[in-house]
């Protein structure tokens, strides 16, 4: 009946740990050493397959999420390009408007409002709207 279960026959030597570790096992589970092996060996080559399944499957996973990232980061690259464009087009035309009404201290005007914008940029969000807020109640 065993040849018929299992018609392949595999001899392997062993070091005298792993044979005691083997023959333990197999004694405090009152099995033969043989099916003993042979669990050990199917659960062993079962978590390797599966692991290997795991790196392919997250491999193509990532490829997948970085594709779909891809279109939102091209997305938010064009939006930052047109508020670029649409800052320097406004801060272009303040700049033309306090030439014409021959602002003397253009220079300074300009660099102070530069500097707000930065310190706007760096504010949290809260406290912009906060200050939004306390100028519409005054």
Do not use: F
């Not at 589970?29 to 003993?36: F, H, K, L, N, T």
């Amino acid at each position: 009946m065993s040849d018929k279960k299992y018609p392949r026959e595999l001899r392997v030597k062993l070091d005298d740990a792993t044979y005691l570790s083997l023959r333990t096992l197999a004694d405090k589970r009152g099995e033969s050493m043989a099916i003993v092996t042979r669990r050990i060996l199917s659960q062993s080559l079962q978590t390797n397959s599966a692991l290997d399944a795991s790196d392919i499957l997250l491999s193509t996973v990532r490829k997948a999420v970085a594709q779909e990232l891809r279109q939102t980061e091209n997305r938010l690259a064009n939006i930052c390009a047109k508020s670029a464009i649409a800052s320097a087009s406004t801060e272009n035309l303040v700049t033309y408007i306090l030439k014409n009404k021959n602002e003397p201290n253009l220079k300074m005007i300009r660099d102070a409002a530069r500097k707000r914008g930065v310190a706007y940029i760096r504010e949290p969000l809260e406290q912009i709207m906060q200050a939004y807020s306390e100028e519409s109640d005054t």
